[in-house]
């Protein structure tokens, strides 16, 4: 039996070009880890490892059922407290401190997983996990309108593709009105050199003339 491979059955989802172009996304599903601190630490790449193997008890529930599916790739939801200020789009990582930084990893899911499986999931992860796993959640994003772009190579260059779409927001008559979105399709917790990376960068967009800047209805 074939399982269904997510980023085949969204291919929308998962694609984009190395220039910038806006997009209409889907409401989409997700298991999730929401949490705070800097990328850099060991913590964070605990939480992924943690969030796949949530992610990966899911899958085995429906292994056996016309429903199988594979597990799909890491996405990242990143922002700041709102204490330290609106942000433009090429500055969402050095606004605060990186150590204050919000993330949340998410993995997408098909339509019918829902908070149940999640919770399930959750329980079966090993009891030493059980400080580091409270942030596992089911996770429902409606991100709408955005502008996006593929960046290919090391994230330390991030800034210049990040500075490629703030130009592109400008000259369109767009704003940022929600959270810093990348998407790996090529996995960065593997420790070899970061040359090969694909990411997608998206960001969600509105018209100047209606803003929203409140961030908590997406997250």
């Known amino acids: ?28 599903n997700f298991i999730s880890i929401l949490a705070k601190g800097s990328f850099t630490e060991e913590i964070f ?51 605060g401190p990186l150590s204050e930084l919000n993330y949340r990893l998410m993995i997408r899911l098909p339509e019918n997983v829902n908070l149940q499986h999640i919770t399930a999931a959750k329980d079966s992860l090993d009891p030493i996990f059980r400080d580091l796993s409270k942030g596992i ?11 996006q772009m593929l960046h290919k190579g090391p994230f330390i260059y991030e800034f210049k593709t990040l500075g490629q779409l703030e130009q592109f ?29 694909k990411t997608i960068l998206r960001e969600p967009v509105g018209h100047n003339n209606d803003i929203s800047t409140d961030i908590s209805s997406f997250l």
């Open 137 to 147: 959640e089911f996770f429902e994003y409606q991100e709408g309108k955005c502008i």
């Open 45 to 95: 790449y605990q939480r992924i490892a943690l969030l796949k193997q949530a992610a990966q008890a899911v899958i085995d529930h429906f292994q056996d059922s016309a429903k199988s599916f594979e597990l799909s790739v890491l996405e990242g939801l990143y922002w700041n407290d709102e204490k330290y200020g609106q942000h433009s789009i090429s500055h969402v990582f050095d606004t």
């Open 1 to 28: 039996m074939k399982k269904l491979s997510i980023p085949e059955y969204y291919p929308g989802y998962y694609r984009a070009t190395d220039h910038p172009e806006i997009i209409d996304v889907e409401n989409a």
């Open 169 to 197: 927001a400008l000259e369109n008559g767009l704003s940022k009105r929600g959270i810093h979105h990348e998407i790996y399709l090529v996995d960065f917790t593997t420790g070899g050199p970061q040359d090969n990376l």
